[in-house]
Nanobody, 124 residues
C-alpha cells in the first residue's frame, strides 16, 4: 500500500485547509486511516482516525469540532478538512493506514502504512 499525503501550505490563523491522503496498491476498504502531526520540537501526535468506510471516527481533543473527515466517491482518497486553524496547528501532517480490519485508534503502532508528510504552517 502506498499513501500520498498532500494539501499542506501556509494559511493565516482562522483559515482553512484540506489535506488529502490518496491510497494505491490495494483496497483499504476494511482498514482504518489516521492522521498524525509533528510540530517543531515535539513528538508526533495523534490528530484523527476513522475506518476507511467512514465509521468509528476519533478526533484528538485539540482538533475536535474544527477538523473533519470526508472521502471521495471513488473511495481511494480521504480528506481531512481543517477549519479555524491556529498557530498551534503548525506541523508536518502524516496520513497512515492499518492493515486489513485494523481498528481505529490513536496509537502509532497500530498503523502499518505511512505517507510522506505535508507541511501545514499557520501564521498569527
Amino acid at each position: 500500500v502506498q499513501l500520498q499525503a498532500s494539501g499542506g501550505g501556509l494559511v493565516q490563523a482562522g483559515g482553512s485547509l484540506r489535506l488529502s491522503c490518496a491510497a494505491s496498491g490495494r483496497t483499504l476498504s476494511t482498514a482504518s486511516v489516521g492522521w498524525f502531526r509533528r510540530s517543531p520540537g515535539k513528538d508526533r501526535e495523534f490528530v484523527a482516525a476513522r475506518r476507511w468506510n467512514g465509521a468509528n471516527t476519533l478526533y484528538a481533543d485539540s482538533v475536535k469540532g474544527r477538523f473533519s473527515f470526508s472521502r471521495d466517491d471513488t473511495g481511494n482518497t480521504v480528506y481531512l478538512q481543517m477549519n479555524s486553524l491556529v498557530p498551534e496547528d503548525t506541523a508536518v501532517y502524516y496520513c497512515a493506514a492499518t492493515s486489513a480490519y485494523g481498528n481505529v485508534g490513536s496509537w502509532e503502532g497500530r498503523y502499518s502504512y505511512w505517507g510522506q508528510g505535508t507541511l501545514v504552517t499557520v501564521s498569527s
